[in-house]
């Protein structure tokens, strides 16, 4: 099993940036990728960024230039940085890790506000 633990949500005025954190334990398999998401009211979940074990990269067109994603794999943490931040990136954002196999194992989420 895996443990998935985030941090970092907050409020911030548009066009701030604000970075999260999300930290995982438990049994972490060479090759788990991990990665974002995020989900507002009434909407569905969607994909914000990836990263594999090796560094590769994932944004979505429409998450490209303003989302940062990295990983250190001996902390096993993967952060997020969001620049240029919008009212409608207002969500709950959700840290996952993905075996090679599919599984997926996800955080409890950490909200983020975007307001004046």
């Known amino acids: 099993q895996v443990q998935l633990v985030e941090s970092g949500g907050g409020l911030v005025q548009p066009g701030g940036s604000l970075g999260l954190s999300c930290v995982a334990s438990?049994?972490?398999?060479?090759?788990?990728?991990m990665g974002w998401y995020r989900q507002a009211p009434g909407k569905e979940r969607e994909l914000v960024a990836t990263?594999?074990?090796?560094?590769?990269?994932h944004y979505p067109d429409s998450m490209k230039g303003r989302f940062t994603i990295s990983r250190d794999n001996a902390k096993n943490t993967v952060d997020l940085q969001m620049n240029s931040l919008k009212f409608e990136d207002t969500a709950v954002y959700y840290c996952?890790?993905?075996?090679?196999?599919?599984?997926?194992?996800w955080g409890q989420g950490t909200q983020v506000t975007v307001s004046a």
């Open positions: 996952y890790l993905r075996r090679t196999w599919g599984s997926t194992f």
């Open positions: 438990g049994a972490i398999f060479n090759g788990d990728a």
């Open positions: 990263i594999s074990s090796g560094g590769s990269t």
